[in-house]
């Protein structure tokens, strides 16, 4: 009989071992739960500057206007995007102070350039190009007094 009562005892404590493991695996509590977050973007920290590459040189009665075109210097850490650059006549300084040249003694077409176009971070990025500087040719009109002349040209960008 002992035998047959540690026989019974061994089935017992395997049966309630193998309930513990099995109801085990089975056994979980469920929860819902919920939560929150969030994202900051950043923000254009850097400068863009619009740089002038092509040399205008000997404006004249009767010469061919000459195209302005450039880069940019993008001193932010990410690429921004330029819509288009414009140019206008900022100045006209003579030689001597006192000459009469002025703005309107000069054609500035296609001051309005398309860009379109993502630059890079960094010195002499991306390129612009189109407007054109001519000098107006007045037939009856001594021009003298822009002889010497620098004509100052100033640059906006969307």
Same mark, same amino acid.
């Given at each position: +009989?002992?035998? #047959?009562?540690?026989? +019974? ?6 049966? =309630? ?20 977050? #969030? =994202? $900051? ?34 001193? %932010? %850490? ?9 140019? !206008?006549? #900022? ?6 102070? %006192?000459?009469?040249?002025? $703005?309107? %003694? ?6 309005? +350039?398309?860009?379109? =176009? ?12 189109? !407007?054109t500087l001519a000098f107006n040719n007045k037939a009856d009109v001594n021009q003298d007094d822009c002889q010497g002349a620098t004509v100052n040209l100033s640059y906006t960008t969307d």
């Amino acid at each position: +009989m002992k035998a #047959s009562k540690k026989r +019974m005892t061994r089935i017992t404590v395997v049966a =309630a071992a193998l309930g513990l493991v099995g109801g085990g695996a089975y056994a979980y509590w469920t929860l819902t739960g919920n939560g929150s977050g #969030s =994202a $900051a973007t950043g923000s254009i920290t850097g400068t863009l500057t619009v740089n002038q590459t092509t040399v205008v040189t000997d404006l004249r009665p009767g010469g061919a206007a000459q195209t302005l075109s450039g880069t940019f210097d993008n001193l %932010d %850490d990410s690429p921004v995007y330029v819509n288009s650059v414009t140019v !206008a006549i #900022s100045s006209v300084v003579t030689d001597p102070v %006192d000459g009469t040249c002025a $703005a309107a %003694d000069y054609t500035l077409t296609g001051a309005n +350039m398309l860009v379109e =176009a993502q630059v890079p971070a960094g010195t002499s990025q991306g390129t612009w190009t189109g !407007a054109t500087l001519a000098f107006n040719n007045k037939a009856d009109v001594n021009q003298d007094d822009c002889q010497g002349a620098t004509v100052n040209l100033s640059y906006t960008t969307d």
